[in-house]
């Protein structure tokens, strides 16, 4: 039998956009352990997903200070190390990132090398604008797989990518078939990626989405990873996904939209191999902006819920 689906979730009310960070009420740890709670109710433990940036050599010991503390709370994470160094210190990364899996490789559930490297329009909102991104990609999997082995450790190491619409245009998949090779689909635990249909692009009708998840999962795995030499063993994960509320985006809609990705997640995951769906992102950054990302929470900023939190509890039971 298919295992059923691993959910996981982004607990803290910030969001990066190409303008910079959306923000808003400093986070009510209490209320996001109580939220978290409910959420998971009586089923597995939820898979909680931070972010770290590393911004070059000299972010090294406080990056890594965060890390330590992030490890340490007790509760084994999905920790994403963004890259976003303007220098475009590939070696230096690599041993950052060998270092991270050597000291808690054992303690994080999932490590996530780079953010989104093949976005290169965002800004400092994704890995993909900064030089070297590939690289880094490529060089960071392979020193923190080769940390893995070394201690012993279980943390998985995958990476996560949005849809590339046009492949032969960014040539993405093609450099890492030819840079990182065999060697690099072999330390590959996992492959991510990033969806928000009927966020960013077209709008789309609630009969149109589940094909279109289906489209971009299937690009994803008999197109984009087939070029990259990564095998179908390798497991999907959904590692973003979410849907904001505000203008035109009524919280109704938001309780609709994330049931029908889920499902439709849930329905391929035998055939595409895909074990996670994880939120972005548990609360608004601030309920009173009508910007995209003030807005991703199925919580309002001040933790009330909005229709999609009951939503997501139920799915969370049903198909977790």
């Not at 406080?62 to 084994?76: F, K, M, N, T, Y």
């Not at 220098?87 to 990132?97: I, K, L, N, Q, T």
Request: charged share 20%; proline share 8%; net charge negative.
């Amino acid at each position: 039998m298919t295992a059923p689906l691993v959910f996981g979730v982004f607990p803290l009310g910030i969001a990066g956009g190409p303008d910079g960070l959306a923000i808003g009420p400093p986070d009510d740890f209490e209320a996001i352990g109580r939220a978290l709670g409910e959420l998971q109710g009586d089923g597995k433990p939820l898979l909680p997903r931070m972010y770290v940036v590393w911004s070059g050599p000299e972010s090294t010991a406080a990056v890594s200070a965060q890390v330590a503390e992030l490890a340490g709370i007790g509760v084994p994470l999905d920790l994403v190390l963004c890259y976003r160094d303007p220098s475009g210190d590939v070696a230096a990364w690599a041993s950052f990132v060998s270092q991270v899996v050597a000291r808690h490789g054992r303690e994080l559930a999932a490590l996530q090398v780079t953010g989104e490297p093949n976005l290169t329009w965002a800004g400092a909102a994704a890995d993909g604008a900064f030089p070297g991104a590939r690289d880094a990609l490529m060089q960071g999997v392979l020193a923190g797989a080769a940390a893995k082995r070394e201690v012993g450790a279980a943390v998985a190491i995958g990476f996560a990518v949005v849809p590339d619409i046009d492949p032969a245009a960014s040539g993405f998949w093609a450099e890492i078939r030819d840079s990182g090779g065999a060697e690099f689909a072999a330390a590959v635990d996992y492959a991510g990626i990033d969806i928000y249909p009927d966020v960013f692009g077209p709008r789309l009708s609630p009969a149109e989405l589940p094909a279109t998840v289906e489209q971009l999962l299937r690009d994803f795995r008999e197109r984009d990873l087939a070029t990259a030499g990564i095998p179908a063993s390798v497991p999907i994960r959904i590692c973003e996904n979410g849907w904001p509320t505000g203008p035109d985006r009524p919280e109704e809609q938001q309780a609709v939209v994330l049931e029908s990705i889920i499902r439709t997640v849930h329905a391929l995951r035998t055939d595409l191999n895909v074990t996670h769906w994880e939120l972005f992102t548990l609360r608004d950054a601030d309920s009173s902006k009508d910007d995209l990302f003030h807005r991703f929470g199925i919580l309002r900023d001040d933790y009330s819920p909005k229709p999609a939190f009951h939503t997501l509890r139920r799915l969370i039971s049903e198909l977790g």
